[in-house]
C-alpha cells in the first residue's frame, strides 16, 4: 500500500519527543527539551498538521510511525556507526564548533562525512516518500544541510524551504572545511535558505558566489537551470504569550516564591540555563560571579547563582571535559566563598518541565546569558516573556542573535570577564525604574515577534520564492 502523503513535510534530525521507560517498564514517548522542538510545534498545529521525519535518539530501533498529541511523527532509525559519524561526528564535532566561530576545534574526519552523507540521503529519500504532490518541505538545521539538493533530485515539484537555526560562520572559518561545496550545493536545493540573522545570509551567498560560481545578487543566487534561490534572515522566537500565561498561572507564581524560599530569600537570584556546552560560556560567567564575591561586592547572604546545565551531548569528549571542568570549578567555588546552608552557586545538572522553568524565571532577579556565540538563544527571550511585572534584569552576550533584538540588555563580551562583572554589578544595582524601563521596551519585542510570526514570515517567503517561475534576473548581478 502506498504510504499516506502530506502537504507539508518537517525534516529535523530529532524527532520532538524522547523515548523513556517508567518504574513499571512500560516504555512511553515524552516531549524533548530543546530550541528547534520548542519553535516547531506551533507552526505545525496552525498548518493542519503535516508530518514530522526525525530520529527519536537511540541505535538501532525500527520504530513504526505514529501520532503523539495530535502530531503525526515517523522515526527514522539510526545505526550505531551513523549516530557515531552522522549525529557525535560530523554534526556535532566538526560543524558545530566550525559553525560556532571555533570556540572549540573542529576534527575532520573522512568516514565522519561518508556517514553524514548516508543519513542525508535516507532522510532525503523519506521526505520524498512522504510529500504529496507539490507539497512543501522544510528542513531543519545544520546536520541536514544535503537533503535540499538530495530531495529535489527525486522530487523536482516540492517547495523546499531550509532553515539553519545556528550561526552561519564567515568565509574565512568555512573554508577550512574539506566537503565545503558539497555543502552549499546541499542547500542550493532549496527554494528559500533562511538564517538567523542578515550577517549569515550575507556570508553564504558570498561563499556561494565565490566557491560554487554561480551569479548572486543581494539576496538571490542564480542557478545555471533557470531556478532562484533566496537566502534572508528571520529571527526565530518563542510562543510568548504561552510562556506569559504560564508565568501569570497561581501554580508557577507559587512555585517561584518556594524557589525563592528554598535559597534562602536572598536579596538577588541570578540565573543561568543552557544545555551543557561549550559555547554558552558558562565557566567564564561563573568565574565572573565568584570573583564579585571574593572581592566582597557581593556577599552569599545577599546573593545566589543558580546555574541550570542540561545534560548534552554527553558521548562527545568535550562535552565530557566541559562537564568535568565546570563541576570542578562550582565545587571550588562553593569550598571557598560559601557557608553552612548558603552555596554561593545552586548547581543543577538536569533538564525541567517547562511550568518549573518558568517558575525560575519568575524566582530569577537577574538572568545571565553569555554565549561566546549562538544562533538565536530563546532562554533570553524566554525570561523576558516571564517578567509579567516588568521587574528583572537580562545580561546577555552580544555574541547571542537575541542581542540584535533585545537591546535594552546589559550587552556584554563574554570574552572579557571584567567587563562582564562590572555588568553583573550594574544589573544588581539597578533602580527598579531602570529596570522597568528596559524590560518593557524588551517584552514589547518580543510580543510582536513571536514563533508563530517567525513561522508565518518564512512560509509566506517560501511561497514567493519558490513558484519557479517569479523573481526574473535584474539587469546588473555582483
Ligand atoms: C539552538 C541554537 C537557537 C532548555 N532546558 C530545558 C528546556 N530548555 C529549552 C529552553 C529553550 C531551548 O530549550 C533552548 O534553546 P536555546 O535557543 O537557548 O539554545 P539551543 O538548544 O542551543 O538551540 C540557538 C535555537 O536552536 C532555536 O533556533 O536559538 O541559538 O543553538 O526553549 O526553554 N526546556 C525544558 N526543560 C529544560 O530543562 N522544558
Known sequence: MAPVTHDLVIVANRLPVDRETLPSGRKVWRRSPGGLVTAIEPVMRTHGGGVWIGWPGGAGQKLKPFEDDGLSLVPMSMSQD???????????????????????????????????????????????????KNATVWVHDYQLQLVPQMLRDLRPDLRIGFYLHIPFPPAELFQQLPWRRQLLEGLLGADLVGFQLPEAAANFVRLVRQRVGHKTHRDLVYLPDGRTVRAAAFPISIDSAGFEELARSGQVVQRAKEIREALGNPRRIFLGIDRLDYTKGIYARLRAFSELMRDGHLDVEDAVF??????????????????????????????????????????????????????LYRAADIMVVTPYRDG????????????????????????????????????????????????????????PKELTRRMRAMRKTISQHDVKAWAASFMTELEDVGGHTKNPRPATRS
Not at 568516514?111 to 535516507?122: A, H, I, L, S
Not at 509579567?388 to 555574541?399: I, K, M, N, Q, T
Request: charged content about 30%.
Open 82 to 132: 551513523e549516530i557515531e559519524g552522522h549525529y557525535e561526528g560530523f554534526s556535532n564535532a566538526t560543524l558545530w564548533p566550525l559553525y560556532h566561530d571555533l570556540v572549540a576545534k573542529p576534527e575532520f574526519h573522512r568516514e565522519w562525512w561518508d556517514e553524514y552523507v548516508k543519513v542525508n540521503r535516507r532522510f532525503a529519500e523519506k521526505a520524498a516518500e512522504l510529500a504529496a
Open 306 to 359: 543558580v546555574q541550570v546545565a542540561v545534560p548534552s551531548r554527553e558521548q562527545v569528549e568535550q562535552y565530557r571535559i566541559l562537564r568535568d571542568d565546570i563541576e570542578r570549578l562550582v565545587g571550588r567555588i562553593n569550598g571557598d566563598l560559601g557557608r553552612i546552608g548558603r552555596p554561593a552557586i545552586s548547581y543543577l545538572h538536569t533538564s525541567y518541565p517547562r511550568d518549573e522553568m518558568a517558575a
Open 376 to 431: 538565536m538563544n530563546l532562554v533570553a527571550k524566554e525570561y523576558v516573556a516571564c517578567r509579567v511585572e516588568e521587574d528583572g534584569a537580562l545580561v546577555l552576550s552580544e555574541f547571542a542573535g537575541a542581542a540584535e533584538e533585545l537591546k535594552q540588555a546589559w550587552l556584554v563580551n563574554p570574552y572579557d570577564i571584567n567587563g562582564m562583572k562590572s555588568a553583573l554589578l550594574d544589573a544588581y544595582a539597578a533602580e
